[in-house]
Structures are given as C-alpha cells and as structure tokens.
C-alpha cells in the first residue's frame, strides 16, 4: 500500500509518522503513539531521493508517498509535545489501512533505514564519498575476480589433457587466494603507496581500518612542473582501491601459470607466486601506475597492456624455459579434455574484460564507457580475423584458435582502450588477430629459441606479443582529448595525431623497462627456488598427472562404473586376476595402452 508520510515545513528536522506499532527502532524518538524520526539535514530535500519519489506541497506540510507493504492503523489527531517544539502545535495527517491487512513494522523500519542513510555527515558516507562511482569499482573488480574466479580456472582445467586438469585448476586457484594475502599484508603499498625508489613504493600493511575507510589517495602520482597534475585522489576508499588492484596482480600471475602448466612443480609454484608478485609485479605496477619515472615520463598503459600481460608472457616464457619441457608424448599431443567448458571459461574471460578496461579510469565517467566498448570491438575483431587466416591456411576454423584471437584482441586493446577511437580499435583488433597468429604459427616453427621452450599455452605469443603490439599501437593512435582525460603529462598524444615519433620511443623504452625486469627477476626467483625445491616434477609423476601431484581425479570413473587404478594388472591383458604387475608406472600404463589416468578411447 502506499504510506503517507509528512514534513513539517517550519520544522523541517522532524518528521511525523503515525505508526504506533514501530517502538523499538533505534533512529526513532518515541512520544505517545506518534513516532518522530529527527533528520540530519533539511525536510523533502533530503527524503525525496532517498524515497526515490517526488514530493507535493500542501499550505500545512509536505507529503510524501511511500511504496511500504506496511498498513498503518487510524491514528488520533494529537499535538507534538510542548516540550519537543516549544510554542508549536500541529495536526497529523491520518491514514486507514486497507480492510483485512495485518500490521507490520519490518517495512517501515527498512524505510526508515533508507532515510537515515541519506542524512548528513553520516560516519559511512563521508563528503568525498561518489556512491556511483563506488558501486561501478567494485563491480568491476568483481568482473575482473570473475576472469581468473572461475574463468581461467575453468579454461585452464578444461584446455590441458585429461590427467592434468586438476593440477592445471589448481594452480590458478592457488595463485588466486595466495596473492590477496600478499597484497594486503605489503603489496599494495609497494606498488600504490608513497616513493621510495624511481620504480618501487614503500612497503607497508593495508589492514587497519583508519587507512582503508580513508579516501583513497596514489601520492606518487602527483606530477609537478608547469601544467602538472595533483595526486590522483578516486571518490571512493581505499579498501575499494586495494580490492581492485589486488584482482589485477591476481590475474597476472594466473596468466603467468600457463606456460608452465603440464609439469612445474606445485610446491615450486607455491613458493614462487609470492616471491614474483613482491619483486617483479610490484615494480611495473608501480612504475607505469603508482607514480613512477615511467609514469612521470609519459608512458601510456591504460589497463595493463605492459604492467600484466607483457609481465606475465615474459615472464611466463622464461619460467618455462628453466622448469623445462614437458613429456615429449605430452608436447605431441596436449588437446583440451572439454572444449564446450574452455568456451565458457573464455566467455567468462571476455566478459570480464569490462571491468578489467571499465574499472581503470577509477570512475564511471566518459572514458569507462569509451574503454568498454573499445574492448568488445577489438576482441571481436581480431577474433574473427584469427579465425579467418585459420580457414585461409589449413581449411577449416579452429575454436582453439578462435579463442586464442580473442585473448589477443583483449590484450592488445587494454593499453590503449580508453585513448583511441572505436575505428582504430577495429585496427588494432585486426593487427591483434594476425601479428601474433603470424608469430605463433609462422615464426615460432622456425626459431630455434622458440621451439626449445615448452610455453604450453603459447603465452609468449596471446599475452607478450599481444601486449607490446597494443602498446606501440597506442603510442600511435592515442587521441589528444581523451589523453588530457587521462594522462599526467599535459599536451600527450599519439602519433598520428601530432604527437611525434617521440611517444612511440617512449612506449618502446618502457616495454624494454618490464622485458629486462621480469627476464631478470624472475631468473633469480627460479634459481633461488631451485636450490630447495626441484622445479619440474619427476618423469614418472609426469607419466601419472594429478594423481601423482595430488592424489585426485578430474574424472574418477573408470569404464563402467569402475575407478581406473594404474597399480593394478589388467585382466584382460593376459595378466593373473589380481596379480601386481612389475616395473615402473610408465611400463605399465604403456601395456596397458593408457595416457595417464584415462585410456585415448
């Protein structure tokens, strides 16, 4: 039904309910049965938008209506206490209850609590505090947790062979939780917190309640000199900050973990995920984000085409190259366990991308909108284009490829989605969709380099070529408006539009910054690593997959109904009913005609 409510216009701090049977809520002062609910801040202008309904004037009072499911009894006209408004006597608007409704006081309270949040200097919403643009970073941050929670999980899980989907699954999901702890206890000061060094923050915790209920502030991004820029200072808290750049570090290193799915280590990998997120991601994110020189210098990356994806596919590459190959049979023949699950897991990663593109302006405001759209056109673009040179060259379309093209077009896209204009993003969709289909199915068979390192999810070719193309791009098509919306260097554009060959140096002078970093640091990692752990598991473990890594399945059932154990003699190869066969796993999953844990049917 709908619930009169009225404002007293001389007296616009109080508000008159007649409801009798709401006596108990906190924000309410009770007198007789009249129920007053006293306001921060003025009347109708304050209850309007937090009824969401536009108020009406009467010569005695302001009438609001409210959507309540809460009947209201006849109540008595009766006069506001003396004592309550001095000199002041005012009659109640009177309202009837439909016939047969019960009363209830639940709704009320929910509106009362509606109106309450929208008083003044409320402890939870402070002066500096954009509700809009709150409520759009921490969805974004939720479709960037999205991409690697489930959507690499379940595209790692479903694009490797049957006997490392666990593994594969696991790893990303390790990676995940093990990042966030990280990144609150020192990793996000380090990358967004004040200077210490040209390329790194000082360490500090993100844990105390005074520093994550604060505004957020990135002090190092303060650029002075003539036409400078302040610190940028987001209309939200920092806890909504942390939280968002800890679901990018996150997704850095799950990419990272796909070139060396197959065969690393696992208690390798736990060691090494935070080590890398600390001494390696830390320092792009703080060098082209957090108000380092390249920052300052005016390198452009808007979302992360140098910080993640030119990190993690260098990085990636060369962890692959001291962890080591997989199985020769492994490298011959590695197709998905569940290609419809690997869809869905790249659904979920394109989708995702909204946030990831949506969410770096730090606001929902104009160039959010620019970037999210940008994002979709280049992805699809370039998927297209892949699959096209697929069909082309080998005759028919490959959904591999399909969504490898679309990887590329997400990444290519991300340094410059919200500085170019929608046409140049078909460009780079295009460039994205044969540059790395050329060096993966082209170059890749003719370096000697290239064919030596086992990158199992072509890494090096999705994410780092990808990546440094979409930079270069950007240093050519970045657009002066959308630039000066964006950039801490005044007067920044691309190429093509005045800006001189000077901005594409500096983009390639910063991808040379992050190559050598993680080339370096992560050798160090692994090497460290190395000398307590073994890096690659055994060939014997290699042979089994998860169940030697974990002691579980991806798919438990063996024919019929029947758990495949790969100790046991198979009768029906000749052997005595359950006698143990002799010799090594790998000689008897080869008798046996098994891969793994499942026979090739």
Not at 49 to 73: D, F, H, M, Q, R
Not at 284 to 294: H, R, V
Not at 336 to 362: D, R, T
Not at 405 to 411: A, E, H, K, P, Y
Request: some cysteine; hydrophobic content about 50%; glycine content about 12%.
């Amino acid at each position: 039904m709908l619930r009169r409510i009225s404002i007293l216009p001389k007296f616009p701090k109080l508000l008159c309910i007649e409801d009798p049977y709401v006596l108990k809520f906190h924000s309410f002062a009770v007198a007789s049965a009249e129920v007053y609910l006293r306001l921060q801040h003025g009347g109708h202008a304050c209850l309007s938008p937090a009824l969401g309904l536009p108020a009406y004037g009467a010569p005695e009072c302001t009438t609001l209506y409210s959507s309540v499911n809460a009947p209201i009894k006849r109540a008595r006209a009766a006069s506001t206490p003396a004592k309550q408004r001095p000199g002041h006597q005012t009659k109640f608007i009177r309202v009837s209850p439909p016939p047969g409704h019960r009363h209830a006081c639940s709704s009320l309270e929910m509106a009362a609590a509606a109106i309450g949040a929208y008083g003044a200097d409320l402890p939870a919403v402070p002066e500096w505090l954009n509700k809009g643009d709150n409520a759009w970073q921490l969805t974004a941050a939720t479709f960037v947790g999205i991409q690697s929670m489930p959507g690499l999980v379940v595209l790692y899980g479903s694009i490797v062979k049957k006997k490392w989907a666990v593994n594969s699954a696991f790893m990303a999901l390790y990676a995940y939780a093990s990042s966030l702890l990280v990144w609150v206890l020192v990793g996000f000061r380090m990358a967004f917190g004040e200077r210490l060094l040209p390329f790194w923050g000082k360490a500090g915790v993100a844990l105390s309640q005074g520093y994550l209920t604060g505004r957020a502030r990135l002090s190092a991004t303060a650029h002075g000199g003539e036409g400078g820029t302040p610190a940028a200072e987001p209309f939200y808290p920092e806890a909504t900050l942390v939280l968002f750049q800890f679901e990018f570090a996150a997704i850095t290193l799950i990419l990272l973990a796909g070139s060396v799915l197959g065969r690393m280590n696992i208690k390798a990998w736990m060691a090494f995920t935070p080590l890398w997120l600390l001494l390696s991601y830390t320092v792009g994110a703080f060098s082209l984000w957090g108000g380092g020189f390249l920052y300052h210098w005016g390198v452009i990356d808007y979302s992360g085409g140098y910080v993640i994806h030119l990190s993690s596919g260098i990085a990636g590459f060369t962890a692959a190259y001291w962890v080591g190959p997989r199985l020769k049979s492994d490298r011959e023949r590695f197709s998905p366990n569940n290609i419809l699950l690997m869809i869905a897991g790249g659904g979920l990663l394109w989708m995702g991308w909204a946030g990831f593109n949506g969410g770096a302006p730090y606001a929902a405001n104009i160039t959010a909108s620019i970037a999210v759209l940008n994002t979709n056109v280049s992805a699809a673009t370039s998927l297209l284009t892949w699959t096209c040179l697929d069909v082309i060259f080998f005759g028919k379309p490959s959904v591999i490829g399909a969504v490898q093209g679309m990887m590329t077009g997400l990444v290519c896209i991300t340094p410059g989605a919200g500085l170019v204009q929608t046409w140049a993003a078909v460009i780079m969709g295009m460039c994205a969709g044969s540059v790395p289909w050329f060096t993966m199915m082209i170059l890749h068979k003719k370096s000697t380099l290239l064919m030596k390192v086992d990158d199992t999810l072509a890494v090096f070719h999705t994410h780092a070529v990808a990546g440094l193309l979409g930079g270069v791009l950007t240093g050519l098509l970045a657009t002066p408006e959308l630039m000066a919306m964006e950039s801490p260097v005044p007067g920044s554009k691309g190429t093509f539009y005045g800006g001189g060959i000077g901005q594409v140096g500096k983009q390639l002078a910063g991808a040379a910054f992050v190559i050598a970093w993680n080339l370096v640091v992560t050798t160090l990692i692994l090497f460290g690593i190395g000398l307590f752990i073994p890096l690659r598991m055994p060939d014997d473990q290699l042979m089994i997959g998860d169940d030697a890594a974990h002691g579980e399945e991806a798919y438990a059932l063996w024919g019929d109904g029947e758990k495949f154990d790969a100790t046991r003699h198979d009768v029906s190869r000749g052997g005595a009913g359950g006698e143990r066969e002799m010799g090594t796993a790998e000689q008897r999953l080869a008798g046996m005609g098994a891969r793994g844990v499942t026979i090739q049917l």
